[in-house]
RNA sequence: GGGCGCGUGGUGCAGCGGUCAGCACACCGGCCUGUCAAGCCGGAGGUCGCGGGUUCGAACCCCGUCGCGCCCGCCA
């Protein structure tokens, strides 16, 4: 190889070197005599200096250099004289006199400036993926997305964990989120599904005394996506043996804690051991299962205030069995009526019928949309339970209390982006505990289950199986940091009793519970050691340490909304012989056949 | 499936019923020996996503449609 260094890798200590460097025209900045030639590389970038004077040759070569053109350069690393060093650079106190270039590849002129501060659209971005993958900010998601990864491996290794690759083709179970199918060739009306998460095959793996596993396994979701969710994404997938809840716990926040400090030592983590919070106490306080813990403006029940005044439609509805709470916003009294507005419309876009708020002024006399029913006892009681001091403003919300819940939630989130109160360099780690092993589905008049349905019901609650199994908890736990759920797990049942049990609850017959998991009853009943596990969205984790809005950002060539990859354009439509193979027949809507020509 | 927003030279945006559709960057040519978002001079480049409608007249208003993003549903 000819290349000597990396073009980003040259510091002062390489003054004097005579090097070959290899990348790409950054920019180029032509003073007629002399030639700036910024070259990138996956390091970084340098400036190499084209002089008549050192090379005649090389100075007409970079007089036709245009951006991203690929190009060997050979030249000698100088200190730049103290007024010309650049301290945006981390190679800004040299730079390369070249002596020789040699152009490898001319570049059509991109169709759009690769740097990071360019303001390129993404779908532009997407579809050339590869060239705004060049961008430095992108290469640094990409290598710390490769050190994450890199050190989890190596840290499940030195403490006994095992890498097993699961299938890509395995049964379809029509439980929660719908499958991916491929179909069978061999087998013709067959389909394999794509796993949602390897659950089942882990479980298996326990049984089949593997004692501890993990994977960094791809995963596939035919569900609408997100900002947070592709239908393939990547989870740290784990599962122990003879292990308790307290046990995955310990050595998901020990790797957590090492992984921040090794990866991205500039995060502070607020607090060690991570927090636990239950599932109700989360909802309670911050109207989330998910909340963002670096800061407070906790939630605060208001239903015994307005329990004492004259307000019909806070009255109506605590009658109705619904609540009224509200945040206290510090400050937040100087905001205008249309800034309270556009509170409103927010709310009222996550479900709320309304916004109530008061101000409390600097006198302490209280202004706003219900202030005129907080008088005497109310009033005393509104202050007492808010906190709320001049200068504040306090938002209300009232109705059924899961709905008050997500929307106070949301708007907390909103409060806190506003007060600036969401620091990137803290992360706020968090376990939830305490889940609900079911929750009731509505539609089909029968209990879900929260997790999967292999989660261990707490023992204490065993009983409360056959009684109440709406106040069941279950063996599970998700890791949260700063509002986002970066892993989920549980120990899982294995006595045949209680699955058998659950899967009654779940309304899952024998039949059916054999034709589903059979194979997984069948070897629960060959010796299954209790066992339990994690699975992180390692995705998500990436999103959160690089700062990124989204995990596209995060992901090498991620899809639209949509479920397209602009580069490629899949999905596609494919060859009739290719179907006719697979004994398949495309079936259009009507209206859909009619447009589907382009 | 539903709601909201966006779609205008290569890119990012302005224009939101009436001269020839502007600006910045990029691009092309010229000048220039210390720039690093180089500078100066000159130039080229647009059927305003697509289709239909309203109007004397549509980038602009209306309807439909496509694409992208966010949200709801969905995501055990």
Redesign the pocket.
């Known amino acids: 190889m000819r290349r000597t260094h990396m073009a980003g890798e040259l510091r002062p200590a390489h003054a004097g070197q005579r090097v070959t460097l290899a990348g790409w025209v950054h920019?180029s900045?032509?003073?007629?005599?002399?030639i700036?030639v910024?070259l990138r590389d996956r390091a970084g970038i340098v400036?190499v200096?084209f002089?008549?004077?050192t090379s005649e040759e090389a100075f007409r070569i970079a007089e036709t250099l245009?951006?991203e053109d690929v190009v060997y350069v050979t030249g000698t690393v100088q200190m730049?004289?103290p007024?010309?060093?650049?301290p945006?650079?981390a190679t800004?106190e040299v730079?390369v006199?070249a002596e020789a270039v040699e152009v490898l590849n001319r570049s059509r002129?991109?169709?759009?400036?690769i740097?990071d501060?360019?303001?390129?659209?993404?779908?532009?971005r997407?579809k050339y993926r590869y060239l705004d993958l060049r961008r430095p900010r992108m290469q640094r998601n990409l290598h710390l997305r490769h050190r994450t990864v890199k050190f989890i491996r190596d840290w499940l290794d030195a403490r006994g964990f095992w890498e097993i690759e699961t299938p890509i083709l395995i049964k379809s179970t029509p439980?929660?989120?719908?499958d991916f199918l491929v179909p069978s060739r061999l087998q013709p009306g067959k389909f394999y599904a794509l796993p949602?998460?390897p659950?089942?095959l882990k479980q298996l793996l326990m049984v089949a005394g593997i004692d501890r596993y993990f994977q960094i396994a791809r995963c596939f979701?035919d569900?609408?996506?997100?900002?947070?969710?592709q239908p393939e994404f990547t989870q740290l997938d784990m599962e122990m043996a003879f292990v308790d809840e307290e046990d995955v716990i310990g050595v998901n926040e020990a790797l957590m804690v090492d992984l921040v400090r090794a990866v991205v030592p500039h995060k502070r983590i607020q607090q060690v051991p991570f927090p636990r919070l239950s599932y109700a106490e989360a909802l309670e306080r911050y109207g989330s299962d998910k909340p963002d813990l670096r800061f407070g403006l906790e939630l605060v029940d208001l239903g015994h205030v307005w329990h004492q005044t004259d307000f019909r439609v806070f009255r109506a509805v605590l009658a109705e069995g619904g609540q009224v709470k509200g945040i206290r916003a510090p400050g937040l009294a100087r905001y205008s009526r249309k800034q309270i507005d556009e509170l409103e419309k927010l709310v009222r876009?996550?479900?709320a019928h309304g916004l109530a708020w008061v101000k409390v002024q600097e006198g302490g006399e209280l202004q706003g949309s219900v202030a005129r029913f907080l008088a005497d006892g109310a009033r005393a009681a509104f202050l007492e339970a808010t906190q709320a001091e001049p200068g504040d403003l306090v938002l209300m919300v009232a109705g059924e209390g899961a709905l008050v819940a997500?929307v106070l939630g949301?708007l907390r989130l909103e409060l806190g982006d506003r007060l600036g109160l969401r620091d990137p360099d803290v992360l706020a780690f968090a376990w939830i505990v305490d889940f609900p092993l079911f929750?009731w589905n509505e539609?089909e008049g029968r209990w879900?289950?929260?997790?999967?349905?292999?989660t261990s019901p707490k023992d204490e609650d065993l009983e409360r199986l056959e009684t109440d199994p709406g106040q069941v908890r279950a063996k599970a736990y998700d890791l949260v940091a700063n509002g986002w759920e970066l892993a989920g797990g549980s120990i899982r049942i294995h006595r045949r009793d209680v699955q058998q049990k659950v899967f009654e609850l779940l309304n899952i017959s024998p039949e059916r519970a054999q034709e589903r998991f059979g194979h997984m009853l069948e070897a629960f009943e060959y010796g299954a050691p209790p066992h339990g596990g994690i699975?992180w969205g390692l995705d998500r984790v990436v999103m959160v340490f690089a700062d990124e809005?989204?995990i596209?950002e995060v992901i090498a060539f991620?899809?639209?909304?949509?479920?397209?990859d602009?580069m490629t354009g899949a999905p596609s439509e494919v060859d009739p012989e290719q179907l006719a193979e697979l004994y398949i027949r495309v079936v259009l809507p009507e209206e859909?056949k009619a447009?589907s020509e382009p």
């Open positions: 920019r900045r032509d003073h007629g005599g002399v700036f910024d400036q200096v002089h008549p004077q245009r951006a730049r004289p007024e010309m060093v650049n945006k650079l800004g730079e006199f002129t991109p169709p759009f400036v740097r501060e360019v303001a390129a659209g993404e779908e532009l997407l439980e929660g989120a719908r949602q998460s659950q089942q979701r569900e609408d996506l997100r900002g947070d969710r876009q996550w479900g997500d949301r929750e539609d879900d289950a929260m997790h999967h349905p292999f699975a809005p989204n596209r991620p899809k639209t909304a949509s479920g397209v602009l859909e447009t």
